[in-house]
């Protein structure tokens, strides 16, 4: 039995079209669609891993263990799966075709190991400690991993591609100036940052905008590095929960695609935060990625692998949950289109430097980055993510907000 034709043949059949990617079997037959991405499997256990876990997860596993492979374009490969998954409905006769192959192909069998890299988290979602433990998942990888991957800035979110900007080193910079203005920062002025990552953001504005910037996070990895780069300038890094904050208002906040870390059941204890360590009049930058109504979790793969727990909403959930709070909504700045170009900037870095990666991380994390990239540049692409900067003001007792009657014009570099 040549095992690609009589995959290909089921498939096709379940579809009533032609498959829209190529598939190479352990066995080294070959069918399918000849042009553009290939799927390579490279063991029965790539089909097992699908046959325990149908979906996203499933082939997530089979491919981070390399059981599974794409020769050609991951993402399109990945956007030719994506469109074959919504094509295919199983029905219970199909369900018994699908295992009658299963068995003539020898794919029947015990559960395949995991992947040691999946996330593996104890006690009640969003309490402290297990909010701790899935960033510490992500975030705690390897400081010296997300420098080989990121700019020098260290920003982990998406850049802000100007017409200026030829490099992801300068969308960047183009994004925390943006962030920057949007706050109106001057000198003296006191910044937070809710969620600081790296420091780019407080390092950047305390050097080019003269604040005194604090930030926090719950990654020990990530205070130890911003403490290192950030000496000499006025910034101070905490290891806290924004739960934990406790100061006197600042004039500024801002929090860069934190809170989809926070998950709905909190966010309104969030967003209540963020309003209570702002001065009346002052302003509030959030930058924080959207998924559509139907599925507003992270998805299979990302919170497995990647960030678990995560929740991402519709954008008018997002405004609404800051309105109830108390804010005045005064901007939403769609961003998606440059997350695709970022992403793209990303794993074109993990691609040059891919030996390096290993070295850091391991094999399989490794591709779970590669994975990650692929995919999300291709669900921002295709509209099934999007990514938004909101300004919002804490209003005085009568009502004024500060903002200018005219939109301010913001320029994409200040020194």
């Not at 996203?56 to 374009?73: K, P, S």
């Not at 999946?118 to 390897?142: F, K, M, N, P, V």
């Not at 559509?292 to 299979?300: N, R, S």
Request: charged content about 25%; proline content about 5%.
């Amino acid at each position: 039995m040549r095992v690609a034709p009589e995959l290909v043949g089921l498939v096709e059949r379940l579809l009533g079209a032609k498959i829209p990617v190529g598939v190479l079997a352990w066995d080294g037959s070959r069918a399918g669609s000849p042009d553009g991405p290939c799927v390579v499997l490279n063991s029965r256990r790539a089909l097992r891993h699908v046959l325990w876990h149908p979906g996203e997860l499933g082939l997530a596993r089979a491919y981070v263990t390399g059981d599974l492979d794409v020769d050609g374009d991951l993402a399109e490969g990945l956007s030719r799966f994506w469109r074959l998954g919504r094509s295919i409905k199983p029905s219970p006769r199909d369900w018994a075709e699908i295992v009658k192959l299963a068995v003539r192909l020898g794919v029947i069998g015990p559960r395949p190991k995991p992947p040691v890299a999946e996330a593996r988290l104890g006690g009640r979602l969003h309490t402290r400690s297990r909010d701790r433990a899935a960033i510490a998942h992500h975030y705690d990888l390897s400081n010296d991993f997300y420098q080989l991957l990121l700019d020098e800035s260290m920003a982990y979110s998406s850049g802000y591609w100007t017409s200026g900007a030829a490099s992801l080193a300068e969308a960047q910079a183009a994004k925390l100036d943006l962030i920057c203005q949007k706050l109106d920062l001057r000198p003296g002025m006191r910044l937070l940052d809710v969620g600081c990552g790296w420091g780019s953001l407080v390092v950047h504005a305390a050097k080019h905008y003269g604040v005194h910037a604090t930030g926090i996070t719950l990654s020990a990895q990530q205070r130890e590095h911003v403490l290192k780069r950030a000496e000499g300038l006025t910034v101070d890094v905490r290891l806290q929960d924004y739960r934990e904050l406790a100061d006197e208002p600042f004039d500024a906040v801002a929090s860069i695609e934190m809170g989809e870390h926070v998950g709905e059941e909190n966010y309104p204890t969030y967003a209540a935060t963020l309003y209570r360590m702002l001065k009346p009049s002052g302003r509030l930058v959030l930058q924080q990625m959207s998924r559509g109504a139907v599925a507003p979790g992270g998805g299979a793969f990302i919170e497995t692998y990647i960030a678990p727990d995560m929740t991402m909403r519709p954008i008018g959930s997002t405004l609404n949950h800051l309105a109830a709070a108390g804010f005045e909504i005064r901007d939403v700045h769609a961003m998606r289109e440059h997350y695709v170009t970022t992403c793209h900037a990303w794993a074109e870095t993990l691609e040059k430097r891919w030996d390096e990666a290993v070295k850091l991380v391991g094999q399989e994390q490794a591709r779970i980055w590669r994975l990650y990239m692929a995919g999300g540049a291709l669900a921002f692409a295709e509209n099934r993510m999007g990514v938004d900067q909101v300004v919002a003001v804490r209003t005085t007792v009568d009502g004024r907000s500060g903002m200018p009657s005219v939109r301010e014009q913001l320029t994409s570099v200040v020194d």
